[in-house]
Each structure stands twice: as structure tokens, then as C-alpha cells.
């Protein structure tokens, strides 16, 4: 049991933001007509488009997975699971699970990446260990896992530029909400 303390607070909220963020960016819509999930699924969002649930979590590192897993087999669609850092630099984190039918994949450590035109990825963080080289480009349908080649054509080989442009998207969103 967690005892409700503002800097909680405070994280919930920016999860939370940080994940609508993420879907204006994408184009995502929420939908609000989905049947009520079980308990405890109950703060996730609904992305029909997408088939996709949204969950904003400020659970330790990779500890409530188990928990989304399950919801991804309920709702039989993926899961972005969204995290915002609690110290040093802001930024987000995400873990994109990949629904199959025996089991969810999982892709941790992955960051919001813009391009100068804005086009939006999820991309491996930089000091991170590389258990998949996956990226995801955010549009308005699936999250699918392509090769780095892909983004490269938009980025070069300099990540930096672009995960400093999704940070700032990010504070901007937080500074807004």
C-alpha cells in the first residue's frame, strides 16, 4: 500500500499528461465508449484505433508489466505503458507491449524521438541496454516494431537532436496541464 504523498501525486499526474501527449501526438483518439475494464485496469485508455491501451503508471520500473500484460490479453490489443523520470533530466519512458496471442513482447526503455518536421518515434534510449533495437513511429494506427534503418532516413546517425525536441514537446505538455 502507497501513501498518498504530493511528489506521487505530482508523477501521476505527469504520466498522465505525458501519455495524452503522446496520443495528440500520434493522432489518437480515446475512446470513451470501451466497456468498463476490471479492476485493476481501470485507469487505462482505450485506443480502438490503435488497439492499443494507453497506461500512464508511475509503478517501479517494469513491476506492474505483469499486471498490464494481463490487460492486453483481456482486451486482446497492445499496450503502451507510459513513465515519466522522478529525478535528474525529464523525460519519459515507455515499455510497448506487443499483444500475441501466448504472450505479450515487451520493448522497454523507449523514448519520445521528433524529427524537424515533427514526426514522432519511440526510440531506445541512448544510455539504456539494448535488449531490442525496435523503433515505433506514432501515427494513428498500430504501433509495429520497424528496423532503425527507418528512422535513420529521418534522423542520421545523431539520436540527440531529436530527443531533445520530444523532451521539450513534453515539458511544454507538462507546463500546460
Known amino acids: 500500500m502507497y501513501i498518498v504523498t504530493r511528489e506521487r501525486e ?37 485506443i480502438a484505433t490503435a488497439e492499443l491501451l494507453l497506461v500512464p503508471s508511475i509503478e517501479p520500473s517494469r513491476g506492474d508489466l505483469d499486471t498490464v500484460e ?13 513513465k515519466a523520470s522522478s529525478e535528474g533530466h525529464h523525460t519519459l519512458y515507455c515499455a510497448v507491449g506487443e499483444w500475441q496471442r501466448h504472450a505479450t513482447l515487451w520493448h522497454h526503455a523507449r523514448r519520445l524521438w521528433l524529427s524537424s518536421r515533427n514526426e514522432a518515434w ?18 494513428g494506427s498500430r504501433l509495429r516494431p520497424m528496423v532503425p534503418a527507418r528512422l535513420t532516413a529521418s ?21 500546460q496541464r
Not at 11 to 29: F, K, V
Not at 31 to 42: E, G, K, Q
Not at 77 to 82: E, G, I, K, N, P
Open 155 to 175: 534522423a542520421g546517425r545523431n539520436l540527440a537532436p531529436g530527443l531533445a525536441r520530444g523532451d521539450a514537446y513534453i515539458a511544454a505538455a507538462w507546463s
Open 10 to 46: 505530482l508523477a501521476r499526474a505527469r504520466a498522465l499528461s505525458g501519455a495524452l501527449a503522446i496520443a495528440d501526438l500520434a493522432g489518437w483518439r480515446i475512446d470513451r465508449s470501451v466497456p468498463i475494464l476490471p479492476m485493476p485496469f481501470r485507469n487505462y485508455l482505450h
Open 70 to 82: 494481463r490487460g492486453t490479453r483481456i482486451a486482446r490489443c497492445d499496450a503502451l505503458v507510459v
Open 122 to 139: 519511440l526510440v531506445p534510449g541512448p544510455n539504456e541496454p539494448e535488449e531490442s533495437d525496435a523503433v515505433f513511429r506514432l501515427t
